[in-house]
């Protein structure tokens, strides 16, 4: 990489205030932040609404550089999975998933991820760094410029490599340019944050008032098993955990959606379902049921619930609980579960 500034993800307020510390009008922050992030236009040569002594200064002094999509893979299911490199080499991956009318790209907040789920192949490559947000904005930036003229990418989720509440002020700072109509234009109700249960994050996203969904990967509610599984449990438990979506969901007017995986024997038997219904008891919610997709070096002893199973643990769900779904997992053909591309590249 250059020596020059790369502009790319800086918002629209540090945009505007490098324009009045270069001694140009606030304005032009705006109109560079509209040919970034909306247009696509990456040189400044082409930003025809900028004076010829910015755009001279700009090509001098700054850059706008992307991270570099290393590899696409398309699945059967017509699921794509991305892989982009960063300046450092680092490599991330976002996934877009066909899902119609909607058109979801999941995304990553993290190199790798500390918190050693145990079901999850990102905990295996461990922790590298938290990302840049011009680093999470190019994900989404890249894959919209490979869209077929046809194709829109209508929902967001935070659901990729890392904790994004690990990386709270450079994926808000993302999300605010995501939604503003200067820029990617995607409403609030379109994002979705997923967190493993980072508790002071779900208050911090309350008290800010960040108005994306929340889904909480669950995956237990067995205090037991749940330590088991994801190690963020010994910090932040489950009760602690429950207060906090009881909090966020009466301050946000939002139900939270719980994210589920069924282990055959080990989360899909109806006593782990009492609990269930117990632990979402009073929070407004939506469950998604996952079956377990096993993978090279993930623990031999998770397997898959199996079809029976399955059922039972959602017909117990319903109606005791408000409203449940099982999703079809995607793209198992190309590896597209969290971190196993990358995993994978490592
Ligand atoms: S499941 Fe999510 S939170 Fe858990 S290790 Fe993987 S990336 Fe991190």
């Known amino acids: ?79 794509v999975k991305y892989l982009f490199e960063l300046f450092d080499g680092s490599l991330i991956e976002a996934v877009k998933i066909p899902d119609d009318p909607r058109l979801t790209l999941c995304m990553s907040s993290q190199v790798g991820c500390p918190l050693g789920c145990k079901f999850c192949k990102t905990a295996q490559i461990g922790f590298k760094r938290n990302l840049e947000v011009g680093e999470i904005l190019s994900q989404l930036a890249l894959v919209q410029m490979m869209l077929k003229p046809e194709e829109r990418i209508t929902n967001l989720v935070f659901m990729g490599m890392g904790e994004p509440f690990l990386n709270y002020d450079n994926v808000k700072a993302a999300i605010e340019t995501i939604m503003s109509v200067l820029a990617f234009g995607i409403g609030h109700s379109k994002i979705t944050l997923s967190t493993a249960g980072h508790v002071p994050g779900i208050y911090r996203m309350t008290d800010d008032g960040l108005k994306v969904r929340l889904a909480v990967s669950l995956n237990s509610a067995d205090p037991e098993v749940r330590r088991r599984l994801m190690p963020i449990t010994k910090k932040y438990s489950l009760d602690e955990l429950r207060k906090a979506l009881i909090y966020h969901t009466s301050q946000a007017g939002r139900r939270v959606t719980f994210e589920y995986l069924l282990i055959s024997g080990i989360t899909d038997t109806i006593a782990s379902a009492k609990k269930l219904v117990k632990f979402v008891d009073g929070i407004p919610c939506k469950i998604n049921l996952i079956n377990y997709n096993p993978s090279e070096g993930l623990p031999g002893e998770f397997k898959p619930s199996n079809e029976n199973d399955l059922f039972k643990f959602r017909d117990y769900l319903y109606p005791r609980t408000p409203a449940v779904t099982v999703r079809a997992s995607k793209g198992i053909d190309i590896k597209a579960a969290c971190g196993q591309l990358a995993a994978k590249h490592q």
């Open 1 to 79: 990489m250059s020596d020059k500034t790369n502009l790319y993800g800086l918002t629209y307020q540090e945009l505007e205030d490098l324009m009045v510390s270069l001694g140009y009008k606030k304005y032009s922050g705006r109109q560079i932040f509209q040919w970034m992030y909306q247009k696509k236009v990456f040189d400044f040569g082409q930003m025809t609404n900028l004076s010829k002594k910015l755009r001279a200064e700009l090509e001098e002094n700054y850059s706008i550089a992307l991270p570099r999509v290393l590899q696409a893979k398309v699945s059967e299911d017509q699921t």
